[in-house]
């Protein structure tokens, strides 16, 4: 048996495109048309991504079949190989251990900006957020899809999804102008005036680390007015 071979493992593949697909929409559920057919395309790059993760290897074995010898790897079907900038980085275990930290660093980001963007905007019950993750971008939840969506580029890069996350950037792109058009005929100046001093999808590089670690304004909601202290009147004295 050639276990060098790592792949036609289709559970893994239904397993995982199911568990990505959960997490996105837990934090994104399509409301409208347009959302839905995005969510479509996201779910189209990850059953790209886990057919040739554990399914069937199609970037590489048409790597091999246009390499040939050159292709840098003794084993070019083993799981480890998939991983394509480990290839380029020279297959070594350090390779593999920069790639799949750097990966998973950023789908822990993603899933920070999601949460807390998700939180925010149901926490609010309609009002305009401009705290917290809002402070630093428009649309944090995005932001932290497209971060989603680069880590497994970097992780497992092929041939449909390096097409398909194009596709996918536009996609939400034109998403987010619609919901911008919509802010502004609610919110009028104040979402202008908001648009005018913060990015769409990504702060500065230097505020990452503060994008990531906000936290919303706290709101103090006023009580109702406290009853005046009673003050009893001082006894009579009688001479």
């Known amino acids: 048996m050639d276990t060098s071979f790592a792949y036609g493992m289709w559970v893994a593949v239904v397993f995982n495109v199911g568990l990505f697909l959960a997490f996105v929409l837990s934090f994104l559920p399509p409301k409208g048309q347009v959302e839905w057919r995005n969510m479509g395309l996201v779910t189209a790059f990850l059953v790209a991504l886990f057919t040739e993760m554990y399914g069937f290897p199609l970037t590489i074995y048409l790597l091999t079949g246009w390499l040939g010898q050159a292709y840098?790897?003794?084993?070019p079907f083993s799981h480890q190989y998939g991983h394509l900038w480990v290839v380029a980085l020279g297959g070594s275990t350090w390779a593999w251990a920069l790639v799949m930290g750097a990966s998973m660093a950023m789908q822990f980001a993603s899933y920070v900006l999601l949460?807390?963007?998700?939180?925010?905007?149901?926490?609010?019950?309609?009002?305009?957020?401009?705290?917290?993750?809002?402070?630093?971008?428009?649309?944090?939840?995005?932001?932290?899809?497209?971060?989603?969506?680069l880590s497994f580029l970097v992780q497992?890069?092929?041939?449909?999804?390096?097409?398909?996350a194009?596709?996918?950037?536009?996609?939400?792109?034109?998403?987010?102008?619609?919901?911008?058009?919509?802010?502004?005929?609610?919110?009028?100046?104040?979402?202008?005036?908001?648009a005018l001093r913060t990015p769409m999808f990504f702060p500065?590089?230097?505020?990452?680390?503060?994008?990531?670690?906000?936290?919303?304004?706290?709101?103090?909601?006023?009580?109702?007015?406290?009853?005046?202290?009673?003050?009893?009147p001082a006894p009579e004295v009688r001479r």
């Not at 840098?72 to 084993?75: H, I, N, R, T």
């Not at 497992?156 to 390096?162: A, D, G």
């Not at 990531?212 to 706290?218: D, M, T």
């Open 204 to 232: 500065p590089r230097e505020k990452w680390p503060a994008f990531l670690r906000a936290q919303p304004v706290q709101r103090v909601t006023a009580g109702p007015p406290k009853a005046p202290e009673r003050h009893d």
């Open 156 to 164: 497992w890069p092929t041939l449909l999804t390096v097409l398909m």
């Open 166 to 194: 194009p596709l996918l950037v536009y996609a939400y792109v034109q998403l987010a102008r619609s919901e911008e058009r919509a802010m502004l005929a609610r919110f009028g100046d104040a979402y202008r005036l908001y």
């Open 115 to 149: 949460s807390k963007g998700w939180h925010l905007v149901h926490a609010t019950q309609g009002r305009m957020v401009t705290d917290g993750v809002y402070a630093y971008v428009r649309h944090p939840q995005y932001t932290g899809l497209l971060v989603f969506i």
């Open 72 to 75: 840098p790897a003794l084993e």
